[in-house]
DNA sequence: TTGAAAGCGTTACCAC
DNA sequence: GTGGTAACGCTTTCAA
């Protein structure tokens, strides 16, 4: 690894006994230059072992080609197919991706937004974390295209990829009621997260009680978050309450899995003595045993999506609109129909 | 999203009525100005909303402060992990992070290397794919250092974080044997990959060997990968020829959880009928029903050390050493002691 | 304590 | 077709 200096565009011209504009013409593949000397400085480039510098081109075009991901999170499936999404598109694009992990409690967010200021992207994908009005004027002063993924903003006006997270969780109670479960509780995260929180616990609430079901608060149980592990204390207190309970709609895979985990402790078979519906289908669905039916978002493709609304944003120089992502509900086998 | 031109260290000088030079030196912190001038820079930097470039610095300084990571793949919990450590530490050490998805057949690696180079990026981590000569070649070239984490380099002198696959396997299988079991399968992905494959069958063979129990190599099943998909058909091949065995060696989580749902199917217990041991200790192994005893290798923590150590040799301008990670058994309850 | 100016590696305009 | 050169936004030496 030792550490020449690398030839730069100078070494190139003066080796090939050109101009520099003439091997920037070349490099650049515009007008204004013979084929041979082409042929000659491509030869030298390749003799030399000359690299363009990227950074002293995005300096002088302003561009960066570098559009930046935040995430709350990133070892996580959801992340995970969302960043897989995200870098197809961008790398089809001819964009590179730098991720930032902000932790959940967004104390870093603004942190990485400065960076991604000074680092001069040219766009902003915000994930599954609400866009506080605070960070919303900041990138306003960025002057840089932002999209939300699986999240929006407390401002109006910035677009958004998601499902509405109300009606898929009403379509997900529904399938329930549909297959003639009456006693239904649910595990979620806090009600007060307004992104996975509140809209599905009140999709909930409406297709129980549009089903002339009595709404029972104490069935929905809820603990710090969507992982697995927060399930534990959510199953155990809903099943402490309620142990007539024949389905469940969990807020998330993760929950729905830990669902399953606790129903096995306390030996009940599911789908035949619970039956669970998940919601986000990343790969731990169909990895479940049973495999999980469970609401779809399709997180890679959200990921495409977003990147290529953020590239449209970017060429045109407005911030364009957000896309409504449809829901659906794959059906595997955690649910039985009564 | 207005694209007014935004202010540089130019506008702030001459706003504040200094050179840029006095700028330059408050931005940076380094002597050379009065408290008085330095509160009336900062002043009006703040009015003028200036945030300095980093492209026109890196341009000077020579330093991206950037690292480019490749994954063959972005969407599964390996490269979450992973990305996770590498992130943190990154981000702890003033680094952005550029994620590259390659693409398994390794393709697209060559020009993800090339794009890195131009922008400059001071360091590369390579993680679950073999760091071919080719590629090797073309880093040396790059004059940055490299280190694989997960995986090792066909070239020697390449630092890689990654836990001896050979001696894990062994232990892992080993284990099993230390329960009493001696009809042992293995599910395996395809022999011929030096990473995953070949080395995990090695101490599969050698601890079976070692056990005086005798080598089938119809016992070990694999197809194309280690993924959930990949495992189904292995299962079947498996169990086709031998519905005896009482143990597997799974070479990956996901292969593990695949042998539990495919033996469920078949209306097997685990672990009373079969034990599983898997192999990764990703968030899925205790996430499965049975929770997954797993060989460990700490993909969150492998990520950080890769990217300390690839920080290091960034400093000293040395390529460094690599490190044997150690590996563990994480006891849950998908094993039976006989 | 401060400012002028050179230079980092490019691109693009203007001349020839 | 080709070359000279200003400019991109910044850091850093050198002088004052």
Redesign the interface.
């Known amino acids: ?4 200096n ?1 030839p730069t565009i100078k070494d190139v011209a003066k080796e090939a006994k050109v101009s520099i504009a003439t091997v920037s013409r070349i490099l650049n593949n515009s007008t204004g230059y013979s084929e041979t000397t082409k042929q000659h400085v491509l030869e030298t480039i390749d003799r030399l ?1 000359y ?6 081109r ?2 002088i075009n302003k561009q ?1 080609n ?1 559009i930046g991901v935040l995430f709350p ?5 959801i ?3 969302l ?2 999404g995200i ?2 598109a961008s ?1 089809t694009r001819g964009f ?6 902000t932790d959940s409690d967004g104390k ?1 967010t603004l942190d990485f937004l ?2 991604l ?4 992207v040219e766009g902003i994908i915000f994930t599954s974390q609400f866009l506080t009005k605070e960070f919303a004027a900041f990138i ?2 960025m ?3 932002v999209i939300t993924v699986s999240s929006y903003s407390e401002q109006d006006n910035i677009p958004s990829v998601k499902v509405d997270d109300e009606a898929a969780a009403y379509d997900a109670v529904r399938y329930l009621i549909d297959c003639n479960h009456t006693e239904i509780g649910m595990l979620s995260g806090p009600p007060t997260d307004p992104l996975a929180g509140a809209p599905r616990i009140a999709g909930y609430k409406r297709a129980i009680l549009q089903a002339n079901i009595p709404y029972d608060e104490t069935k929905v149980a809820w603990d710090k978050g969507f992982y ?1 592990e927060h399930g534990q204390l959510a199953f155990e207190k809903l099943y402490a309450l309620h142990p007539d309970l024949t389905a469940i709609f969990a807020a998330s895979d ?1 929950l729905a ?2 669902a ?2 606790s129903a ?1 402790k306390y030996g009940l078979r599911i789908p035949e003595d619970l039956s669970i519906i998940g919601y986000d289908d990343t ?2 669905a ?6 999980l039916t469970a609401v779809s978002q399709g997180f ?1 493709s959200m990921g495409m999506k977003a990147a290529e609304l953020l590239f449209q ?1 970017i060429e045109t ?3 364009g609109n957000g896309e409504k992502i449809k829901h659906r509900i794959i059906e595997r086998n955690s649910v039985k129909k009564h």
């Open positions: 690894m030792m550490r020449l690398k072992g690299s363009p510098n990227a950074i002293a995005g300096l960066s570098t999170d990133v070892s996580g499936l992340s995970a197919e960043l897989q870098e197809e790398h590179s991706v730098i991720v930032c992990k870093k400065r960076l200021q000074e680092k001069q306003e002063k002057a840089v295209p697995f993760e899995v830990s399953i985990s096995y790969r731990l169909k990895m479940a045993s049973p495999p890679e944003a120089g407005t911030q």
